[in-house]
Each structure stands twice: as structure tokens, then as C-alpha cells.
């Protein structure tokens, strides 16, 4: 639902998921950049949404965050657990 549905790659081509696009996704290169160490996942991924939060992220901070929302599952099939965690401001 973030995009149109088939439209997605051009989004991305277009820039709408980089740091200093509309909606920055992965700031810190995501799985594909830090490997899955699988019971650290989901932690690896709030750390670095809490670290945008305080403005302490040096090149890949994001300009001015609002929320950050980290999405992880895990499990076999049929037996996934799904988490969603949202962080922002106090105030």
C-alpha cells in the first residue's frame, strides 16, 4: 500500500526510498548489508531506528525524523510471529 501497485520499481529508480527521499527505507543498508543473524534481526533494526530518533546516525542520518516503524517476522511456516514497533518523539 505505499505504492501503486505495479509501480513500486519506479519508485525506487526514482529515488522515493533513499535518505533523502519521501519515505527513506533501510538507512543502514538493511539485511542485505549487515547479514541476518537471525535472533538479532529485529534488535539490529530498532537500534539503528533509535539511533535516527537521536539524530546520531552521521552520514546516513535521515533529515528530520518523525517515527520510525520496524517491521519483522520469523518462524516456520505456519508458525510465524510477526512484530511492528513504531518510535518517535516523546513530546
Known sequence: GITPRGQSANYVKEGFFD???ALPSNT?????????PT???G???IHEAYKQQQHKCGDRQVRDPK???IH????????YVTAATVLGPRD
Open 28 to 36: 543502514d543498508g538493511g539485511l542485505k548489508c549487515t547479514g541476518h
Open 72 to 79: 519483522s517476522q520469523g518462524g516456520w511456516p505456519g508458525l
Open 67 to 69: 517515527l520510525s516503524l
Open 19 to 21: 535518505l533523502e527521499g
Open 43 to 45: 534488535l539490529k533494526s
Open 39 to 41: 535472533a538479532c534481526t
